[in-house]
C-alpha cells in the first residue's frame, strides 16, 4: 500500500470520525459548547492559567510531532505497518475522543 493512500484512508477516517462520532457523544452527553474549561472555572494563576488558542495547538502539536517520526517506525518495524495504523487510527477516535468528551461534561 503506498504512503498516499494510507494518509488518504487516515484522514477519512478520523475526519468522519469527528464529524460523525463527536456528534453523536455530543448529543448522548449533552455537551455545551459555551461551558468553561478548567483553565477559566478554577483559574489561580499557578497551575490554571488560560492559554492563547495558538499556543495550546502549539503545544499540542510539538507534542505529536515530536515522537511521532521516532515511535512511529519503531513500531511498525517490531509489529508491522497494519497493526500500527489501526491502533493509530481505532485508538485515536475511540479512545481520545472519549477521553475528551469524558473530560470536558464530568471535570
Not at 62 to 71: E, L, R
Not at 95 to 104: D, G, K, P, T
Request: net charge negative; charged share 10%.
Amino acid at each position: 500500500m503506498s504512503g498516499i493512500l494510507m494518509m488518504v484512508i487516515a484522514i477519512v477516517v478520523l475526519g468522519g470520525a469527528y464529524l460523525l462520532y463527536g456528534r453523536y457523544l455530543q448529543n448522548k452527553w449533552g455537551i455545551d459548547p459555551n461551558a468553561k474549561t478548567p483553565a477559566y472555572e478554577m483559574e489561580d494563576g499557578v497551575d490554571y492559567v488560560p492559554a492563547d488558542t495558538n499556543v495550546v495547538f502549539g503545544h499540542q502539536f510539538a507534542s505529536i510531532a515530536g515522537a511521532g517520526p521516532i515511535n512511529g517506525p519503531i513500531q511498525a518495524a517490531i509489529f508491522g505497518w497494519l497493526p500500527v495504523l489501526l491502533w493509530i487510527l481505532i485508538g485515536g477516535v475511540f479512545f481520545e475522543l472519549f477521553r475528551l468528551c469524558i473530560y470536558v461534561r464530568f471535570s
